[in-house]
């Protein structure tokens, strides 16, 4: 009955329209366009930005905008990345109706064509933090055209270039750097296998040594060692290196890398060496990930990037550190750079995703709710509001908060690696989660056309979506941050000291009280906002203790122990990096002034309270009362209608240029016209 | 520091491990490959089964289970189908790294092969509910095998096919079900337009009648009004049936359907037809989906499909139904066949992502909670089994809840049609959703291996994503189940009378009263869980009428006030279908005995406790106290503990064959083994 009334009041509306048709339906005689349906740009429905919309997008990129924006500007004006040409836009993507194979060759000849232009010049050579960010910004640029592009130059400058950097030594750095930086050589990074992901110690492949030629032995002992995933490894890299087990003396010394050459200049495999390709996969076909076996492949002494171990000529294990678990701890820090990049990801892919939907949102129409009147616009449905704009808002908020774990991660101070460790690890979680749901959500917002590939988003969700399993399985590394949390909680008890650091102080004092008459002010104020995500992580680390400590009562392990209380630490992580969060948030606030740190506020309390609104934990342990949180939930749709005018603007901040949007971000009446079908037509015979 | 001490103790293993490496480790001799991890498969792990699989097997196919299994087996036994071999093992599946262009024609290929084995007899021409059962099971089956086969199918089947048997009349019949059923003809079902998808009424291709030549004029007067996404188009149809406004002597009928040839005998375009491909999508590009313009194409009379509307000779409109709201009804009847195919095929791909993700979990290791104890299942992870078993069981609920609704559909009983449309578009909405995401989980549960096409569940999320949008947008329909509660309710109350149907009677009692002491087994009790679903649509409903009343107090219309209040009409659109899915499912566990029906009994709790565990209405709305949700939330890890050795049995009971699931659910180091390599391999020089 209900919808009746929505919907069926339209015949009226429809009868005049289609009067309008009539006049012209003469047989024979051609009917105008214009009567039926027209687009009208999102602009038209947007009125003017109440804010600086450079100064939003320079708060929001934080550095480089300049280089941001010369790379954007080289994609877009070259025919290996634009794909499509409408009226007098361009639009820039792979084709991803190739083969893999294709794809692959493709990908390369971007890279070769962004060596030409010298964008990777002095990538390795120069360490600075200005030359580091700026790199940064390049692999965002790249990343928002392609996730595969930005993967494969990711495994030979960061993973392959990055470990030379930092786990070898003054030898490695003069033969390597300058050769990978021109890719004279092309790099991989052999650690997984088949048989270990995640659980990196266990991995099988072992290395031995000879002295009598000085050299090291590689050897894949079983199936289960061969490496896997291994990007570029089926067709072009040349070098790679190698994580293995060190047995020396019989002894094994815990994981090492070492390079290792695969191909010869032809391309042929090195002696030894036998290579196979991971073969199709749901996204990312334009990486070619393939699969290692070290038939005892010798490599030259000097080829143990030896850092912080070494083995003398004649044999002898030497270490400058004695602890296997801190040394295994400095083996894997290459991987840490894959977190925030990841974290920075995440974010640009859900920028894409939300201003392709937002824009469509503002010009696509679908029924009306009184007769006569013309259809409504999507994003005035308070349900298509709620449906993007709260994931809009999370989206500001993983902004700053990348920009902020990155240059602390930059900065590489050693007293801050267990931080950069801790939070990177929550943020790559999060936000690859949350950037794979604002995509799923962005996609179903835009009916089929979020399925096509010109439009990008469903497009990008198989691309990415490796994202929330590589660099670290997500559930592992939500639990490492609550086990971490809860080892500093531990000792500052067992020591009877102060919580120091991550923002960890407010577990110092009392417990924050909430008021109960949460008003519109109060609920919008970032202090009531703080304190109650404060309330939540001090009550869920104490629960999370107090679970932990009843379990070791009952005489299990400490790993027993953690192990059944997964969920309380899933729930802290959350609760942790949700709370970094906001503090980064309120930072971004307080560089912005007027009308902007308004918007900027109702994006800060849209992204807390719909979080709160969706989350059964603050009631389940009484950090709220039902009451409370049914003034919470009625907030949210009041913030997202108050954040409705705004929408445009905001997503125009991003500052991703219009050829790097899907298609039905901008005239998607025209895009899809007859005049603009380029042999998509086919006649073939049944 | 509690990380450390459950990855850190596995130090000593390995180097037991490793020992036995060493053992070998000569250099010049080789190594054995068993000393490494060995592939055991998940029966090892899993003991025998509790209960009869086959028995269960045949209450969850519920008919025609010698049909699915010949089908089954009819396509393992052909080329056209397998697309790998390992050991003495075929695996079924299209070759997903094919251009589009070459996948449609393969979709094509097979749907020839099927043909020309009998499998479509008498699909159109038998319309008992025997035959119509039968037909089901084809499509799960051939769904199971690939989305684009179905949907390709389905759109000739069901769509064309179905369409001329319920909207046209015995000539229509006499002239088209026969060579439709031999695929004379390859029929489409041209309704959704550019410029307007959910709502059809909107649509603006016009057709006019000429009684000078007794011929219909089908007209795209724009481009908004070019039929979109019409599978079959681009390539291979050439019939579709149109769906247009009906305009006769200026007056708008409203929408009608009619049939128009569009290809000629030679696969050319017909006069006045113009077609244009979809181009790529993120999946499902075994369908040609593509676009039609009617340039003024003349039709003769008797091709208006008339079974409730016709226009005479002489140009005067004629309808046994004079409501235009009723007609339009009649017009979409074809679509909630479509509904119901979706609800049975998300529970089928639900079930291979878990029977994949499962086994694996049962086979793959990673980590290891003591010293010197080897790594330990996925599955025995608390958290791995909270990540898995609530979907099995959610999807076991589902499958029950798609069985008695497809009987229901089929009695096609006059009285029950509304009852299938408020139950299939729950279904639907919900089915989908919860298979998208079953698929996300079971991916990120498998690393990596989840993306690899040949695992089959990366891919799966691809090819059915666009479930949630077509045959309705899952949002849209949701709204539409409370909609239809609301109406009444409201004409209930009006009228004095009881509730009725759909199991609302439970509205006309007094309000369910929860037991506060909530142990085990009341909590485990069918009777309890009822109430506590029961108790959530009762208070949401009393909820959104209060609220809407609220509303149109202030002025606004009843369709304002729907539109405001859309987030009651969500959640209560989910607590009518769980609700239904539960009494469905103490049904179907009515059925069993001894320890099948103790199974049937946990998978029922788990899918109805870790519903309210993760649904903050539950707290929000005070149908459960905070005590109360925490004992639900403890149960939950419970019940998945007592279903973990049941899991495989489960899983194996879907009774889909070995060549159907992803590769890693079997042997996946033989099938990763270099022996098992082909073609993989590449020497490409850089």
Not at 73 to 84: I, T, Y
Not at 99 to 115: A, G, H, V, Y
Not at 203 to 214: F, G, K, L
Request: hydrophobic share 40%; glycine share 8%.
């Amino acid at each position: 009955m209900a919808e009746r009334r929505i919907v069926g009041d339209r015949a009226g509306w429809r009868i005049r329209v289609l009067t309008k048709h009539l006049r012209h339906l003469i047989p024979g005689t051609s009917l105008e366009a214009s009567i039926c349906l027209a687009y009208e740009p999102p602009e038209v429905n947007s009125g003017d930005a109440a804010f600086d919309k450079s100064a939003m997008r320079a708060l929001l990129d934080g550095h480089d905008l300049e280089t941001r924006d010369w790379l954007f500007n080289l994609m877009a004006k070259s025919d290996l990345f634009v794909s499509r040409k409408v009226g007098d836009k361009v639009f820039a993507s792979p084709d991803f109706n190739e083969p893999m194979d294709e794809m692959r060759d493709k990908t390369l000849e971007r890279i070769f064509f962004l060596l030409r232009n010298g964008v990777f010049k002095d990538f390795l050579k120069d360490n600075s933090i200005e030359n580091s960010l700026k790199q940064m910004a390049v692999w965002e640029v790249l990343g928002i055209f392609d996730h595969a592009l930005s993967v494969k130059l990711g495994v030979h400058f960061i993973l392959w270039g990055g470990s030379i950097v930092s786990l070898g030594t003054q030898r490695h750095h003069d033969k390597w750097l300058r050769i990978t930086e021109e890719l004279k050589v092309f790099g991989c990074f052999a650690m997984t296998e088949l048989g270990h992901g995640s659980n990196v110690r266990g991995i099988e492949t072992v290395t031995t040594y000879d002295p009598s030629t000085q050299e090291f032995i590689i050897d894949t002992p079983c199936e289960s060692a061969q490496k896997y995933w291994i990007g570029g490894a089926a067709k072009h890299a040349t070098h790679t290196i190698v994580f293995s087990q060190l047995l020396i003396d019989g002894k094994n010394e815990g994981v090492h890398a070492f390079i290792c050459q695969i191909r010869d200049a032809n391309g042929r495999w090195c002696r030894g060496i036998r290579i196979a390709d991971c073969g199709h996969k749901t996204g990312l076909n334009g990486v070619d990930n393939g699969r290692i076996w070290f038939d005892k492949v010798r490599i030259p002494r000097e080829n143990l990037l030896n850092a912080v171990a070494d083995v003398t000529p004649d044999g002898q294990y030497v270490s400058s550190i004695k602890n296997p678990d801190q040394r295994f701890g400095v083996f894997m820090a290459p991987l840490s750079s894959g977190r925030v990049t990841i974290a920075m990801h995440a974010t640009n892919q859900a920028k894409v995703g939300l201003a392709t939907a937002l824009r469509y949102a503002l010009t696509r129409r679908a029924f009306s709710v009184s007769t006569y009147e013309p259809e409504m616009l999507l994003l005035d449905y308070p349900s298509h509001q709620h449906r993007l704009l709260p994931l809009l808002a999370k989206t500001y908020a993983m902004n700053f908060a990348a920009l902020d774990l990155k240059k602390l991660h930059l900065k590489k101070n050693p007293e801050d690696s267990k931080v950069v460790h801790v939070i990177s690890s929550g943020f790559k979680a999060m936000f690859s989660w949350h950037s794979q749901r604002t995509l799923q959500e962005c996609r179903e917002a835009c009916g089929g056309q979020g399925l096509k590939t010109e439009n990008r988003i469903g497009n990008l969700k198989a691309e990415y979506d490796v994202q929330s399993t590589f660099e670290g399985d997500n559930n592992v590394l939500m639990q490492q941050v609550s086990k971490a949390l809860l080892g500093d909680y531990f000792a500052a008890r067992s020591k009877g000291k102060l919580m120091k650091g991550m923002g960890l102080e407010h577990l110092n004092g009392p417990r924050p009280v909430m008021s109960k008459e949460l008003d519109s002010n109060v609920l919008r104020d970032s202090r009531f906002q703080l304190a109650l995500l404060q309330l939540r992580e001090r009550g869920l680390l104490e629960l999370l203790d107090a679970e932990v400590k009843k379990i070791i009562s009952t005489g299990l392990s400490t790993s027993e122990a953690l192990m059944s209380s997964y969920k309380l630490a899933e729930n802290l992580g959350k609760a942790f990096t949700e709370r970094i969060m906001l503090e980064i948030f309120q930072r971004a606030e307080e560089q912005a002034t007027g009308s902007m740190k308004k918007v900027l506020g109702l994006l800060r309390t849209l992204s807390v309270l719909s979080g709160v609104d969706e989350e059964p934990v603050f009631l389940r342990y009484g950090f709220l009362s039902p009451e409370q949180s049914q003034l919470i939930h009625r907030e949210v749709p009041a913030v997202c209608a108050e954040l409705r005018p705004h929408t445009l603007h905001l997503v125009d901040s991003f500052g991703i240029p219009q050829p790097f949007l899907g298609l039905i971000a901008y005239d998607w009446v025209e895009s899809n016209a007859w005049d603009n079908v380029s042999g998509g037509s086919s006649q073939s015979i049944v």
